[in-house]
């Protein structure tokens, strides 16, 4: 009973700061997130963009999909690695040391897609070594895979389920991604 009573209470309090926004379109803007001077902790501040259709921002420009404070987790639209290319090198990096945000093992998946691709996910900074390692090979003809629907996918798995390294948060990541007709 007493759950539901706290419950209740939280449900009715308003989420943000007094006089700031509590949402962004349709998503919610718990403190100590906030947009606007005065409404966040420091390294939290949010900016709700109006235009074409409406986004909401991290400070760094990165878009916003959800914050879930129970949870702990805010969801971010982050690249996807794509690429015709017969030869293509790419990389991209999790939230700077400084942030106070971390890449969640618990919520994502480290997936390579396609042919001829290795993909590491490598600690930034001052760490050595692999966090984790996809790679997908495939027949020579790429034409030939694609004619006979020859699709593959390699995978580290759900973050920590299959590789002991993935367990935890990692403050910095560095993911390095290879495709190349040589492999």
């Given at each position: ?5 706290v419950?209740a ?13 509590e ?6 803007v718990?403190?100590?997130?906030g ?18 259709r ?20 805010v969801?971010?639209d ?12 790419g ?5 700077p ?21 290795v993909a ?10 692999n966090v ?20 593959h ?6 973050a ?7 367990h ?12 190349d007709?040589?492999y």
């Amino acid at each position: 009973m007493f759950q539901l009573l706290v419950a209740a209470a939280l449900a009715a309090s308003p989420i943000a700061l007094p006089g700031c926004p509590e949402t962004c379109g349709d998503i919610a803007v718990p403190y100590p997130f906030g947009i606007g001077q005065g409404c966040f902790h420091e390294g939290f501040n949010l900016t709700c963009q109006k235009q074409h259709r409406t986004k909401l921002l991290l400070g760094d420009g990165t878009e916003v999909l959800g914050i879930s404070l129970p949870n702990g987790t805010v969801r971010i639209d982050s690249n996807v690695f794509q690429s015709a290319s017969a030869n293509f090198d790419g990389t991209w990096s999790g939230p700077p040391a400084t942030s106070p945000f971390t890449v969640s093992s618990r919520y994502n998946w480290f997936v390579a897609y396609g042919c001829n691709i290795v993909a590491q996910l490598i600690p930034y900074g001052t760490a050595v070594g692999n966090v984790s390692t996809c790679a997908s090979m495939c027949l020579d003809s790429v034409e030939y895979a694609k004619s006979h629907k020859v699709h593959h996918v390699a995978a580290a798995g759900r973050a920590g389920d299959e590789d002991p390294f993935m367990h935890g948060w990692f403050p910095t990541i560095y993911m390095e991604l290879t495709i190349d007709k040589r492999y």
